[in-house]
Each structure stands twice: as C-alpha cells, then as structure tokens.
C-alpha cells in the first residue's frame, strides 16, 4: 500500500518536470500549418516557366519562442528531400536574421524583410514556393530554424552547403517544421 502514494508522487513530479521542459523548448510553428499538415496552394509556387508552378508563392507566417539566450543569428532552410527526383530541392536559405525576433508575417520571406538571403536551388534569394510534379505525391518540405553563436555578418548569397560550412560548431539549437504539398 505504500508504493501507490510513492508512484503517483512520482507521476506528479515527472508530469511538472516534463511541463516545465516543454516551456523551454526551442519551437517552430506557423499559425497557417500544423506540423506535418498540408500546406496551402496559396504557398506554391508560381512561375510562368514551370508549369509545376501553380500557386500564388505567398510565404507561410512562422512564430518560433525559446531561442536559446546565448543566440547572436538565426538562420532558417526550407528544404524538398524528395525535390528534384530524391536529390532534393532548397526552397530558402535566409540567415542574418536577429535572436530579438519572434517570427516572420506573411509574405516576409518572400519579399526578403528580416534576413540576409542566400541562393536557393532556383538561384532566388528569398521564397520559392512549392512546385512537385504531377503523380509524384506529397512532398515533405522541411522547415530548419537554427540558432547560432554568429553575429549576423555572413555575407549574402550562400547557397545551403555554404551556409552549413559557415555554421559547423557555432549551431546551438534547431527547431523543425514540416508542411506537405502534392497536385
């Protein structure tokens, strides 16, 4: 009999340290997807030259909270792992991007507001939306937050690798985020 006041004891105390470890937890979302949800065809792609292309590009608001305190840059990476027939596709590489922030509105990350652009897999240096080909299913397009121990002078135009190169041993913490998109 007394072992059930020492579990539910135990319950109680790992129930508030598994509370108080969420409220830390460096996280990103969007108040437009869920993690792992279908993103909108309002943030596809449109370009003329790519009949995959037909969306209206907005970019998705991103809220993110718990960025860790020694943090001097962020840096974030949309990226298609099945983009491009399984070699993949980067859809934005932006970095330079204050710890002071909390998020971006919409369309910030398509008319470049807040962040040094790199060079995605398009050759662009803000957002490109979407754009998987017809029958080749709901691509995982994986949203990277990275903070860093960087002051925000790297210089613009990095592609994703460069960018990678730049942050080994100054990351300090990542959040993800996944939206899905398919025609």
Same mark, same amino acid.
């Given at each position: 009999?007394?072992?059930?006041?020492?579990?539910?004891?135990?319950?109680?105390?790992?129930?508030?340290?598994?509370?108080?470890?969420?409220?830390?937890?460096?996280?990103?979302?969007?108040?437009?997807?869920?993690?792992?949800?279908?993103?909108?065809?309002?943030?596809?792609?449109?370009?003329?030259?790519?009949?995959?292309?037909?969306?209206?590009?907005?970019?998705?608001?991103?809220?993110?909270?718990?960025?860790?305190?020694?943090?001097?840059?962020?840096?974030?990476?949309?990226?298609?792992?099945?983009?491009?027939? !399984?070699? %993949?596709?980067? @859809?934005?590489?932006?970095?330079? $991007?204050?710890?002071? *922030?909390?998020?971006?509105? +919409?369309?910030? #990350?398509?008319?470049?507001?807040?962040?040094?652009?790199?060079?995605?897999?398009?050759?662009?240096?803000?957002?490109?939306?979407?754009?998987?080909?017809? !029958?080749? %299913?709901?691509? @995982?397009?994986?949203?990277?937050? $990275?903070?860093?121990? *960087?002051?925000?002078?790297? +210089?613009?135009? #990095?592609?994703?690798?460069?960018?990678?190169?730049?942050?080994?041993?100054?990351?300090?913490?990542?959040?993800?985020?996944?939206?899905?998109?398919?025609?």
């Amino acid at each position: 009999m007394k072992t059930l006041p020492r579990l539910l004891a135990c319950a109680a105390l790992f129930a508030s340290v598994n509370a108080a470890c969420a409220d830390s937890l460096f996280i990103l979302q969007s108040p437009n997807f869920a993690d792992n949800a279908m993103l909108d065809k309002a943030f596809a792609g449109n370009d003329p030259k790519n009949a995959n292309c037909t969306g209206k590009n907005n970019s998705p608001p991103l809220v993110w909270s718990n960025v860790p305190p020694q943090t001097q840059s962020l840096a974030l990476v949309v990226h298609d792992p099945e983009g491009n027939k !399984g070699l %993949g596709v980067t @859809h934005l590489v932006a970095y330079n $991007i204050s710890p002071a *922030l909390t998020g971006f509105g +919409p369309d910030a #990350l398509r008319d470049g507001k807040g962040f040094s652009g790199g060079k995605n897999t398009p050759g662009t240096a803000s957002w490109y939306g979407p754009c998987p080909p017809p !029958g080749t %299913g709901a691509h @995982h397009y994986t949203f990277t937050l $990275i903070a860093t121990s *960087l002051p925000p002078t790297l +210089p613009e135009g #990095l592609t994703r690798e460069a960018l990678f190169e730049k942050l080994k041993g100054h990351q300090l913490a990542a959040a993800g985020l996944i939206g899905r998109f398919g025609q």
